[in-house]
């Protein structure tokens, strides 16, 4: 699987929209972009996926460069629940394993 | 629909000593994940089963980890004997589908390990 690249760590005030970039330069063209949380003390939680086209869901919205060598996943309207770590994967397709890096550790404030 | 479950939650044991875990996945779930997260980083995949078979189990520390799923639905994971650098939360995951199309892991809660 390709490699990512995140930033460590992150602030977002709330109700502002949090929006964490990742790096994903070697992806090929058969690999899918991820992202997941991981709220402290928690198993990690699926937020949303794509392959080439921007996607939303109720969660929130996942931005992929035409180039498809980077993504930022935006949440619209971030809230104190929101603070956790926020793993950016890319690996080929179901029915594998995810390879999880370091993550970004958002922080929202008050 | 239930989640992930997975007993105990908490363990503390010494060195040398043995340790096992147990995981029921989402009914119907075919495929089941171990992982392993060391605090501070990711976490990091022990063994994949897909219903009863093994389907990657490189990076267990096969002297030491142990893992089955006989029934293809619960599955216990075994640390025989436990060293200090085990100390970790072991997480277990599931997933309906195998390698045809996209699908998302469920977690569960984790078992937090502490090795003295």
């Known amino acids: 699987d390709a490699k990512t690249t995140q930033p460590t760590s992150m602030d977002c005030a709330e109700g502002r929209a949090a929006n964490l970039p990742c790096n994903h330069s070697t992806i090929s063209g058969n690999e899918y972009v991820y992202w997941y949380r991981q709220i402290h003390s928690q198993g990690p939680q699926y937020i949303i996926h794509g392959l080439k086209n921007n996607e939303t869901n109720e969660m929130a919205s996942l931005i992929i460069t035409e180039d498809r060598k980077s993504s930022t996943l935006i949440l619209p309207h971030a809230t104190l629940r929101d603070t956790a770590v926020y793993y950016c994967?890319?690996?080929?397709?179901?029915?594998?394993?995810?390879?999880f890096g370091k993550g970004t550790s958002l922080l929202v404030t008050p | 629909e239930a989640g992930v479950a997975q007993s105990p939650r908490y363990k503390i044991i010494e060195k040398r000593q043995s340790v096992a875990f147990w995981c029921n996945p989402i009914s119907g779930h075919a495929t089941l994940y171990w992982y392993q997260q060391i605090l501070g980083q990711g976490p990091k995949l022990l063994i994949q089963f897909q219903n009863n078979g093994v389907v990657d189990d490189s990076q267990l520390p096969k002297d030491r980890f142990s893992a089955e799923r006989l029934k293809g639905v619960d599955s216990t994971l075994k640390i025989q004997p436990a060293k200090l650098e085990d100390s970790a939360v072991y997480l277990c995951a599931s997933s309906t589908r195998d390698r045809e199309s996209t699908d998302t892991q469920y977690f569960g809660p984790g078992t937090r390990l502490t090795v003295l």
């Open positions: 994967i890319v690996r080929v397709s179901s029915g594998y394993a995810l390879n």
